[in-house]
């Protein structure tokens, strides 16, 4: 089982460059997230969503953008990389009420 | 709004040594709690989980128990091994949503 998929694994920008950190899950779950983790910070929300078409903010959502046009994707946008958006991100997914299953986790570094 | 507080880290224990990792959380309704656990280099995998008060969550020898009453979780294990070295995470599930509120982890270092 795959279960759920981040891609890349880790990832070098410039500031002020865009990307997109792609997450797909193959468990047909409802509710999908994307979390960053800093140190000593433990994981922050930042995008979560409870079903295909559906996307809310969670608690640090400035300068990222999501979309869920499927069940199994939620790629997450960063539209100007900041040094301050330096961080480990994971994406996690879940039926509604269930077990999160988490990716393995981008690395990302904005120089 | 809701948050979950646990003890800072490390945490430092010979083999064999007994566990234990305060967390304790702030929340409206009644969420569900969970530990969750992160090995290096891996994203985060759940431990155990409790849903309800004076329900007690375990997996692996690890333990805990849904306090109401101290507004705790805290972790739990008899006899630690170098394999649990790891990062911890207690989190909470918001009532009538799926976020999840974490805490900051603690860092767990197991030594032979």
């Known amino acids: 089982n795959a279960g759920v998929t981040q891609t890349p694994k880790f990832q070098v920008l410039k500031t002020g460059q865009s990307m997109t950190l792609q997450c797909a899950q193959d468990?047909?779950?409802?509710?999908m997230s994307w979390y960053r983790q800093d140190p000593g910070m433990g994981l922050r929300l930042i995008h979560y969503?409870?079903?295909?078409?559906?996307?809310d903010q969670g608690e640090v959502p400035n300068g990222y953008n999501v979309s869920r046009s499927t069940t199994e994707d939620f790629p997450l946008r960063l539209l100007s990389a900041a040094p301050s958006q330096t961080s480990v991100y994971f994406c996690?997914?879940?039926?509604?009420?269930?077990?999160?299953?988490f990716g393995q986790g981008t690395r990302l570094t904005v120089v | 709004g809701d948050s979950v507080t646990q003890m800072e880290g490390p945490v430092t224990l010979s083999e064999e040594a007994f566990l234990t990792i305060n967390c304790t959380y702030t929340?409206?309704?009644?969420?569900?709690l969970f530990w969750y656990v992160q090995y290096p280099g891996e994203g985060l995998q759940l431990l155990l989980k409790?849903?309800?008060?004076?329900d007690k969550g375990s997996n692996k020898g690890f333990e805990a128990t849904y306090r109401k009453e101290t507004t705790s979780f805290h972790l739990e294990k008899g006899s630690v091994q170098v394999s649990d070295s790891a990062v911890y995470f207690c989190a909470l599930g918001e009532d009538n949503t799926d976020k999840l509120i974490f805490g900051t982890g603690t860092r767990l270092q197991v030594f032979p």
């Open positions: 929340a409206t309704g009644y969420p569900s």
């Open positions: 969503s409870v079903g295909a078409g559906i996307t």
């Open positions: 409790a849903t309800k008060a004076d």
């Open positions: 996690a997914s879940s039926f509604r009420g269930g077990e999160a299953f």
């Open positions: 468990m047909n779950h409802e509710y």
